[in-house]
């Protein structure tokens, strides 16, 4: 058989921008991502982990096999978000390190993963230096995260020009992967004469060679242009085997080595297409078993087929938007569709250039105190950003510091730097690519500027404040289309109000929070470490009184100071704080204030109280608004939950006083008194969700109270019920996963399975099913504590146990299993 000539690569752009607020370093809730905490946590289920455990299925919706698309496509992930997924969804993160070692395997030795610029920056609008700290941070990101270099780096929205492509040659990047519309013009490599190669004409089935006079040079792959639309806007991921054939049809006349390749972005695969990873799975399994074409990544197919032609590329353009890079600096007339014009993207850059060419004289001014050179250390200062560690920080400083420094002194240097991330933070390309100045995309990189400033008037002193000063009179040029966000300045002075932070509202977060939590000795909150000096709690009928002492430190900086509080709390939402700095000098004065205080809590003169603790703190201005948002909302929700527990049970008991003269009313098919109707449905649904809690299952109560909505015609709580039903059967699956081939584990896991099939809903039994194809790839796992003879049993048992899960066990192949991934 002849060798095969015609390779297919599928790249896709994994990419979120930092949402974390930056005084906290986390990401906060974000409602419009509801039912999810925030959209990064939505788009992880819906997409992320989605492809690193697809399914394939038969025409009975049963799953035949469960893969990792990313062992078999190309991808890159944005940095922040790489490290989001480590932290907050660790199983989805080892999905995406086991499919890039895979695809090492698969395409011998060379890695799917790409490098990508670090935070989305658009290069060729950023300033040289700018440009090669994005460059290294993005190097660095990913050693890290995979244990190598990097051949291939994505830049951000394929923003691209002839200097930023000399830079990524000169760091060791061997290609990168472009729009056909990007190139201007190709030759060969030994031919005079170029030829242009206007409307995206070039031919897109082989790589480019870009020479530069430094004497480097950088291959270029331009993906299919009308291909990769399709999957992105044009519904191709309706269908697997519809995909799988566009590929096939994309190659051109010839016998000569072509490669079929598309880039989108990679979010188009389960989130903006629902089910799109299960498209991508069944399409690379077709290709898989054609014998006519065979899977590549970019990598492989450099090394195989070197470039016969160079092209050179039209600078300053990019795949987004057909006027290249005005989409971020200027009213280029690209948006999201609302008719809104965006005269304020220009003023928006020009204050953001200002700022970071102001701090950046500023630091070259002050940093070279404590550091040698400080664009040296900022570039090295990601492996800080990393692993923040004492001993990553040592290892740092000891390459970068002038001189032994002091503790002030690592702290002034370690501001500095944070100061300088936020600048390569603030540029970010979501604030300027959709409608308006005040979505939370551009609020986000405004707030980003905002710590920037923070940070350089607490270093710099007065010359930060005039930059502060200059900052917001560029701002104000930015008007929103929005009547009620006014401008940029209005939004900078409400980013700077509301999130701001310093040591004392931490101090004050950590008091209000104690009247809810209990917090031991050492404490961590977000970015901060809180070390607990003294706490006590006095308490007088519904009214408690907290006094403590606590010493405050940020885990970023090092910056750190003691803080007394004391907290009055009357029940419910009533409570009010008072915070102030403190030092070992006035240990006795705050002891004579908290004996005074607990005095009157004892006698219940509470306003005695207050007075005092104004006279002692000469302001009481915190309360439970002065909390991180995250927080607020989980105090609030204690608070309420007592008072729901009790609404809850005065509706059961009504319903279950009037539950005949219901039934009578739905069988005789009268009206319902809505006030009835509400009664029934909290009951019901409230009786399902303690039915369905309990463990094992009240089955016999479940059963009730479906026989029971189904009578009465009340609708339940699919939501709710299908989120507790899917934990409860992912629990069972661990727990025999961790049991080691229990076959009492293995009977209560089908146990649960047979009954929860009974629930008159979908499930979405995702992470059960990917345990159970775990526990099937696990090599002789009943057979580490069974005997021969309850081997048979285990695996009629466990086959059941797939098939409540909606899985075809009897077409699952060795094959298969060889490619299982774990699930989230």
């Avoid at 949402?19 to 819906?46: F, G, M």
């Avoid at 070259?364 to 050179?373: H, I, N």
């Avoid at 002030?408 to 100061?419: G, K, N, S």
Wanted: glycine share 6%; with cysteine.
């Amino acid at each position: 058989m002849p060798p095969v000539r015609r390779f297919i690569c599928i790249h896709g752009h994994f990419y979120q921008p930092p949402r974390e607020n930056p005084w906290l370093e986390t990401v906060e809730t974000q409602d419009s991502a509801a039912p999810y905490h925030d959209w990064n946590e939505r788009i992880c289920a819906e997409c992320y982990a989605t492809n690193g455990a697809a399914r394939i299925q038969n025409a009975k919706n049963q799953i035949t096999s469960i893969v990792n698309n990313y062992s078999q496509i190309s991808f890159n992930f944005g940095p922040t978000l790489l490290s989001w997924l480590k932290e907050n969804a660790p199983r989805t993160y080892r999905m995406i390190l086991d499919g890039e070692r895979r695809s090492r395997k698969n395409y011998g030795g060379h890695s799917s993963a790409m490098a990508q610029v670090y935070n989305h920056m658009i290069i060729p609008l950023a300033n040289k230096r700018d440009r090669v700290t994005q460059i290294r941070w993005g190097i660095a990101d990913y050693k890290k995260h995979y244990g190598t270099a990097p051949e291939g780096m994505w830049l951000a929205e394929t923003a691209a020009d002839s200097e930023s492509l000399e830079l990524l040659a000169q760091h060791g990047i061997k290609f990168t992967v472009l729009a056909p519309h990007q190139c201007a013009r190709v030759r060969g490599l030994a031919d005079a004469g170029w030829t242009d190669t206007p409307g995206a004409s070039v031919d897109t089935t082989r790589p480019y060679l870009v020479r530069f006079k430094s004497g480097v040079s950088i291959s270029v792959f331009f993906y299919n242009g009308p291909a990769s639309r399709a999957i992105a806007f044009e519904g191709l991921l309706n269908s697997g085997e519809a995909f799988a054939g566009r590929l096939r049809n994309s190659f051109r006349d010839g016998a000569q080595p072509q490669l079929a390749h598309v880039a989108t972005d990679g979010e188009s695969y389960g989130h903006h297409h629902k089910h799109g990873e299960m498209a991508l799975a069944y399409a690379l399994r077709l290709l898989e078993r054609d014998k006519t074409v065979r899977l590549t990544n970019y990598g492989k197919h450099l090394e195989q087929f070197p470039p016969e032609c160079e092209c050179e590329i039209v600078d300053n353009s990019s795949w987004s938007c057909v006027h290249g890079v005005e989409r971020w600096r200027s009213n280029c007339g690209c948006n999201g569709g609302k008719p809104y014009n965006q005269l304020w993207r220009a003023p928006l850059r020009q204050a953001l250039d200002d700022l970071r060419d102001g701090v950046a004289v500023l630091t070259e001014q002050e940093g070279g105190k404590v550091l040698k050179d400080v664009w040296a250390a900022r570039d090295a200062y990601i492996d800080v950003v990393l692993e923040r560690s004492s001993e990553q920080a040592e290892r740092f400083f000891h390459a970068h510091e002038t001189h032994e420094l002091l503790e002030d002194e690592r702290v002034f240097a370690l501001e500095l730097l944070e100061m300088q991330r936020h600048t390569q933070l603030m540029y970010t390309s979501c604030g300027w690519f959709f409608d308006d100045i005040g979505g939370i995309e551009t609020v986000q990189i405004i707030a980003y500027a905002a710590r920037v400033l923070q940070l350089a008037k607490k270093i710099f002193g007065q010359p930060a404040a005039d930059l502060e000063v200059a900052f917001i009179a560029r701002m104000a040029e930015a008007k929103s289309n929005e009547a009620g966000a006014g401008d940029g300045a209005q939004i900078y002075k409400a980013c700077a109000g509301t999130m701001e932070l310093g040591l004392e509202k931490v101090a004050a977060h950590y008091a209000i929070s104690s009247i809810f939590s209990s917090f031991g000795e050492q404490t961590d909150l977000f970015c901060y470490r809180v070390r607990r000096i003294s706490y006590d709690v006095r308490t007088s009928g519904r009214g408690r009184l907290a006094l403590g002492r606590a010493h405050i430190a940020s885990a970023i900086t090092g910056h750190h100071q003691s803080f007394s509080f004391a907290v009055l709390h009357f029940g419910d939402q009533n409570i009010t704080a008072a915070v102030k700095p403190y030092t070992d000098a006035d240990a006795a004065e705050f002891e004579a204030f908290a004996e005074q205080a607990e005095e009157h809590v004892q006698r219940a003169r509470f306003p005695e109280v207050i007075r005092l603790m104004d006279r002692e703190y000469g302001r009481v201005d915190y309360s439970l608004t002065s909390l991180f948002r995250d927080e607020q909302r989980r105090i609030v929700e204690l608070i309420l939950n007592s008072t729901l527990w009790d609404i809850e049970n005065s509706l059961t008991t009504i319903y279950n006083d009037h539950a005949s003269l219901l039934h009578y009313l739905s069988q005789a098919g009268l009206p319902k008194p809505p006030a009835l109707t509400l009664a029934a449905g909290f009951a019901i649904n409230a009786g399902l969700r303690r039915a369905l809690e309990t463990d094992p299952i009240d089955i016999a109560q479940m059963r009730s109270f479906l026989a029971l909505a189904k009578a009465d015609k009340v609708p339940l709580e699919t939501a709710t019920l299908s989120y507790i039903a899917d934990q409860r059967m992912k629990r069972a699956m661990v727990e025999l996963q961790m049991s080691a081939g229990s076959l009492e584990m293995l009977d209560r896991a089908l146990t649960l399975a047979r009954n929860l099939a009974e629930l008159p809903f979908d499930l979405n039994l995702w992470q059960a099913q990917n345990i159970w194809y775990e526990i099937l790839g696990t090599a002789n796992y009943a057979l580490t504590s069974l005997g021969e003879d309850e081997g048979p049993r285990w695996d009629k048992s466990f086959r059941e146990l797939g098939g409540c899960l909606s899985i075809d066990c009897a077409s699952i192949t060795a094959d298969d299993l060889a490619v299982a991934a774990p699930g989230d």
